[in-house]
């Protein structure tokens, strides 16, 4: 079984911590944060994040893609009961900010204990938002109100770093699985938790717009590999040349896209190259086409992967795919969870044939949750 703490142990930082200079990433702390320590970003989180070596940390799956309405929180909601069902401790938590409606698929309205409180306001702990979903073993975490988030600002994302605290700190030490239900678009806090996740998620509707958005979306996850690659080897510069010789409007990829594209830069910006191909080799990715209605829809999904392997160079697996059904819209009518609502509906048996596939690329042991817990250092 795989011990998470190892993926967020930077080897090279664990010694020279004090001596490294972190990158501060247009942050903005709150007085009330604690400084920076190195050893997360160095093992590619986020600046802000702080890892406590000591402390067992959660798989943290995050679903993404990009395209609004694709289903990520549909999918988000009914996997964290699956995995709960399976015997998981589940946090799933709402990261759509300014559009939270994670809650919408429990039943529930937004509760005055939520992640804007905690983030924005910093006015509760991060235990009391975490809240029951009416599902044993899944405990939620709302999004809040819209306005809440406006009030936050253009560098109080910053904050951040307290949600990194808590996922990876002794808050969260319960868990076996965080599940973080992404919103749409390319914003920099969306990547950052899609890189930084032991399995990032793109969810995607079988029809051109979507396919294209999500694309776009790997796109933005490629290019903050490389920045935060040239940043963790010092090799910023190339790291802007290497950028602008992929995707640059004038460079021609040709067949083989960005990835033989980077193959062949290697020779000239060994180190960058180096630590970006192993970056992507070490993150999973899964993808899940949504509202398939024929072969042709579910075929989409293979060549998909095909593409993300080949041309973005993502270790990329097909999670699989969920059909259209008319449970999704009834369940939401009926203020019930889907897989509570219509148990036996194929999407229902979809997201169980996901469930299990996620729960064994993230390394769960397919036994009860006592017994997955994965041990500390
Ligand atoms: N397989 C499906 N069959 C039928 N309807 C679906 C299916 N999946 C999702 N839907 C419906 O599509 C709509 C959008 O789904 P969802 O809210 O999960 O998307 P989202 O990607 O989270 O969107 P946003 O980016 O706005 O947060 C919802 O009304 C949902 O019920
Ligand atoms: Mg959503």
Redesign the pocket.
Known sequence: MQNYTDKFRGSPGRDGASSYKVPQENHRPAKTLPPFVDRGWRAGLPACANVDLAQRVPAIVAVG?G??????????ANLGAQLANAGRKVLLIDL?LG?A?LHT?FGIGIPNKNLAQFLVYQNIPFRSIQLPSGIDGLQIICGGRDESWADMGEFGFGSFSLLWDALLGAECGEFDVVLL?L??GIQKYTIDFFTSAHLGIV?VLPEATSIENSYSFLKATLIRLIENSGLRSSSCAAADEVRQQLFHSGSSLGKGGYLRKLESLRATYPELVDHLLSALKGRNLGLVV??VRSQRDIDVGQSMVSVTRSYFGFDALYLGH????????KS?RNNRLLTVDFPYSL?ARRIYEISRTVDTTVGLAPTNSSKVRRKVL
Do not use: F, H, P, R
């Not at 395209?67 to 988000?76: D, E, I, T």
């Not at 969920?322 to 819209?329: E, G, P, Q, R």
């Open positions: 893609g395209k609004g309405g694709a289903g990520k929180s549909l999918l988000s759509d559009a409606n698929y239900d919103g749409a969810t949504n509202q969920l059909n259209y059904d008319d449970a999704a819209w939401l999407l």
